[in-house]
């Protein structure tokens, strides 16, 4: 198997070396075949003049050129006349002989001659000396090539033209007072023939135009003349190869004599005499003419006949003018036609390197684009860098701070709180954890409206953080402070101990609660605090939460307006609430409750006039429950609202059957919470369960407390009216505990004043008690209210408050509150007495 592998890959290299070898020999023999078939083309180039001659040489050479990029096999012969120097017959005779000597067994292919002489000689001579083959001319004008060909066949070329008429034309154009054209040409045949070509040109170039030949002078006599040619002539040079006295010349040179001399500028119609000091002109363009001349010779030469090729008429020339000549005669660019070549014209740097220079400025420009899109996308990236960041804090700040006091938050103190304690895991480090409450603040926010209570609250966070920063030596670090939602706050103090804390708290408790003015109203504000230790009170964030939070609400149950120091039996009672709150519920659906009644005596009868309702919890978990010891967790858990409502219906239907089996003088009173009062359908709900019962509004009494009227007034005071107003009565309950202000109970929609029994242990202790408690009992009547009286317990008290003018009386005396059974029973007695 690797045998066979081995054997494929060898095969593999074989091919791949020979494969190029093929291609190489098929390539090698093609180009063989090539070869072998192109046969040789010798083609003879006949010149009139000698090398070194400009016109001669530039016809020669463009030949050459052209002959030499096509793909035929041609070996080219260049022979020279020299007619110029030697135009005689012996010159001609020799070159007879030393090409019949050279020619006599060469075949020629194609003649190409150059000028007049060169064309004659062909012409006679082809049949003898060159193998009777085609003749391409050029340099020959068309005058005389008619001449020339006359009655001849199988040649072509093309002519050489004299733009005489057209250069003449241009001078007159750039030099508008053109009147004297000065000719010069030599005076061999072609010269001759040119000069009467340049004559006939000026003459159609303008009718006003004097034409003066200089032919006839010696350049030297010329040469002395042309510095004093008016300013309105020109010079017009073509065709001098040598003066008068056969003095040769290159044309060029002679130019540049001329030039350098002649205060007008010299124009030519010469290739060869350009560039030394002729201003310019349509040149005859050697280099053309020999091209145009190959191109027809190459036709020829490939199989086309002589005779089928007709004479070219293109225009050999081309316009041309020197750029150190125009600055002297003063003649613009814009002045030239159209496709002028424009010599010794200095090139600006610009110019000379425009490609690289233009290329450059791309490259610049590239760059400088490339760079301002960097600098944008860089600016638009830290823009965006920018914003994303603000983005990011302003969700943190959201996430972290309050909005309304811009304090840090709950979040921010748990993760304090967590973060520094899970760095305390033995917990050694201490630090107080205070829980503030601004007491009464929903008052501010009902009275003023949420956004006065904003501005409050943000101005209680800068007290606090005032105060707290105060307390830790003007350091400023109010992240201390947090705000933990409504008007409840959180200061830490670390490294401190409860000797430290009172005189903190103490201090807090003065800076916090200075009044202030906000929109034209003046604050008192209080504060109930509690305060707890880490890590007496506990070693987590939750358990210092709620520690606190429950010091706080003993704070607020022992009167509000003051710090409380959390203890473990605050925890436990905290949870005996808890667990009250949970199981009230559950004895609301298992109906656990009673309604016991306790009687009121008429104090001028003294007969029973009527009960109170006060309700008793037979808990299976806590006992018999007196009301003082759940009904402030039925008001936090707004349980009050059922149970309240569950307490009016049973003492309406207890009333009913009362009214149905004794009497319906009795009246019912029912104690109602601050928060049933505060329900919207109140009113509607007391009228429903009158109906229900099938009770006059005038045999219920409801008792309110005070607090009704200090906490949101406005409200409580219209729900009462309405209820008045439907006959049922109002008394006010535990007169005398609260605040006590007699000013106002004229204002208030109430038909009973309840004086409490907190009034009754008092007034045997002076005298002056025994006046304050007569004079409400006046003033009370005087406001037409009915006064009662309640704990009445003694004979002595009774007699008292009878005396007083007292209304109704009730106490233990009277009866201690008995659950229904007892009460029918007991009025049953009384009943049967009375038959009796
Ligand atoms: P209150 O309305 O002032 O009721 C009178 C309280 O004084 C009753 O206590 C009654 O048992 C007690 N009392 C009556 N006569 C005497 C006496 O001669 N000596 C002494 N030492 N006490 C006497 P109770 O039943 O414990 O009720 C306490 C309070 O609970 C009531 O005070 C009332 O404010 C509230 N309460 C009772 N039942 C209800 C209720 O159904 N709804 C509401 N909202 N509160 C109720
Ligand atoms: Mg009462
Ligand atoms: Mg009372």
Known sequence: MILKKKKNLVFLSFFIILLPLFFLHFQIGFSYGVAESV????????????????????????????????????????????????????????LHERFQYKYMNMPIDLIMTTDDAALQFALDHRVELFSNAPIVFSGVLKKDADRILEGKINVTGTYEQMNSEGTVQFAKKVFPDLKYVYLLHDLSDSGVSTGELMKNGVCDASDDLVVRDLSNLSLNDILKLVPNFS???????????????????AIDQSVKKLSEKSSVPVFTLDEAAFGTGALGGDLNSGLLHGKT??????????????????????????????????????????????????????????????????????????????????LTSIRYRKKIEVMLKEQKDKIYHLAY????????????????????????????????????????????????????????????????????????????????????????????????????????????????????????????????????????????????????????????????????????????????????QSNLRLSIERGDFVVYYQPQMDAKTWSISGFEALIRWNSPEFGFVQPLSFMKIAEESRLII????????????????????????????????VIQL??????????????????????????????????????????LERLKQTGVKVALDDFGTGYSSLSYLSQLPISTLKIDKAFISSL???????????????????????????????????????????????????????????????????KGKKRL
């Open 401 to 580: 701070y309050s909005p309304v006091t811009d304090l840090p938050n709950r979040v921010f103190l748990r993760e304090t709180l967590e973060t520094y304690i899970a760095a305390d895991p033995k917990h050694e480090k201490k630090f107080a954890l205070v829980y503030i409450d601004i007491d009464n603040f929903k008052e501010i926010n009902d009275t003023f409206g949420h956004s006065v209570g904003d501005q409050v609250l943000l101005y209680f966070a800068e007290r606090l953080k005032k105060a707290h920063n105060l307390q830790n030596n003007n350091s400023l670090d109010s992240l201390d402070v947090f705000s933990l939602g409504g008007d409840e706050f959180i200061m830490l103090f670390y490294d401190t101990d409860k000797q430290k804390m009172d005189v903190i708290s103490k201090d807090m408790v003065c800076t916090i609660t200075e009044p202030f003015v906000l929109e034209d109203n003046i604050f008192y504000m209080e504060v109930s605090g509690g305060i707890v230790f880490y890590p007496d009170h506990g070693t987590t964030y939750s358990e210092l939460l709620k520690n606190s939070d429950t010091a706080m609400y003993r704070s607020k149950e022992a009167g509000k307006g003051i710090f409380t120091y959390f203890n473990q039996s605050m925890s436990d009672d905290a949870f005996k609430k808890n667990a009250m």
């Open 231 to 249: 300013m309105d002539s020109i010079i017009l040079v073509a065709s001098y190869n040598f003066d008068a006295d056969n003095h040769y010349l």
């Open 293 to 374: 001349a190959a191109e027809l010779g190459l036709r020829i030469l490939v199989g086309e006949s002589a005779n089928q090729i007709p004479i070219s008429e293109k225009k050999p020339a081309c316009w041309s003018f020197d750029y150190d000549q125009m600055k002297r005669f003063h003649v613009e660019l814009d002045e030239l036609p159209n496709d002028a070549v424009v010599i010794h014209k200095s090139v600006s740097y610009y110019e000379q390197n425009k490609t690289i220079i233009l290329s450059n400025i791309a490259v610049l420009i590239a760059l400088i684009l490339f760079i301002i899109y960097l």
């Open 678 to 719: 505060l329900q919207e359908d109140f009113v509607d709900m007391v009228m429903d369960t009158l109906k229900k019962t099938g009770i006059s509004p005038q045999s219920l009494e409801l008792e309110i407390t005070e607090t009704v009227f200090l906490n949101s007034s406005k409200m409580a005071v219209d729900t």
């Open 764 to 830: 045997f202790d002076s005298n002056k008690n025994m006046v304050l408690t007569n004079s409400i009992i006046r003033m009370g009547h005087e406001l037409g209210l009915e006064l009662v009286i309640e704990g009445v317990e003694t004979d002595e008290q009774k007699e008292l408050f009878t005396l007083m003018g007292c209304d109704r009386i009730q106490g233990y005396l009277v009866g201690k509150p008995a659950p229904d059974f007892e009460v029918f029973a007991s009025l049953n007695e009384m």
């Open 642 to 673: 059922p149970i309240g409502e569950w307490v009016l219906e049973t003492a309406c239907s207890f009333m009913k059957r009362i009214h149905r089996e004794f009497s319906s003088k009795y009246i019912i009173s029912v104690n109602i919470s």
């Open 39 to 94: 046969a040789e083309k010798n083609v003879l180039i006949l010149e009139s003049y000698h090398r070194g001659h400009p016109w001669t040489d530039a016809q020669e050479n463009a030949i050459f050129d052209e002959l030499e990029k096509s793909d035929l096999n041609i070996v080219t012969f260049i022979e020279e006349m020299d007619w110029k120097r030697y135009p005689d017959k012996q010159n001609l005779s020799q």
